[in-house]
């Protein structure tokens, strides 16, 4: 059993926000420039003799898909990141983690959450991110170990747990 004791401020809270937008998915937010070239390619071959036409269909399709994407990751994080909810979040933390389980506890909260097989754990240049299901993450930051060597056994024995769980 591993125990730690650590605050979070809301800097924590920004980097895990930078973090959980590598995994999420919002509709025209993952559109890459492999599908653009396509779309213009396209166009270009249905266009005939329309060629600048075509390319200022193409210029403007991309702004407005661009501003849509933009719109939505920021209504995303003004709901899921406002100052009030860090604030309500960010203090003194104690993490418990077991073989069995791992156990936040904070002054705004008390949650156990069994290993499963899809949990999973991210060591960044700053902080752990422990996911213990696919919509919670436990934070914990580098400063919150004694020593890489501390960070590097907290990684391991949670790999192991999850493992344990997969078999």
């Known amino acids: 059993m591993l125990n730690l004791d650590y605050s979070l401020t ?25 599908v653009w070239g396509l779309f213009f390619a396209a166009l270009l071959l249905v266009s005939g003799d329309a060629f600048p036409n075509v390319l200022l269909v193409a210029f403007i399709a991309f702004i407005i898909f661009q501003a849509v994407a933009l719109l939505q990751r920021r209504l995303w994080l003004r709901c899921n990141y406002s100052a009030e909810r860090l604030r ?3 203090d003194e933390q104690h993490v418990e983690i077991t ?7 904070a002054p705004n909260r008390d949650v156990t959450w069994q290993w499963q097989d899809y949990s999973s754990i991210h060591d960044t240049p700053s902080h752990v991110f422990i996911k213990p299901t696919p919509i919670n993450t436990v934070i914990i930051p580098h400063s919150a170990f004694g020593s890489d060597a501390a960070r590097s056994e907290l990684v391991s024995f949670v790999k192991a747990c999850i493992e344990k769980k997969k078999t």
């Open 10 to 34: 809301q800097s924590d809270f920004l980097t895990q926000q930078a973090f959980e937008l590598r995994f999420l998915r919002l509709p025209f937010s993952g559109v890459t420039w492999v």
């Open 99 to 105: 073989e069995e389980h791992l156990r936040e506890t």
């Open 88 to 90: 309500g979040l960010a």
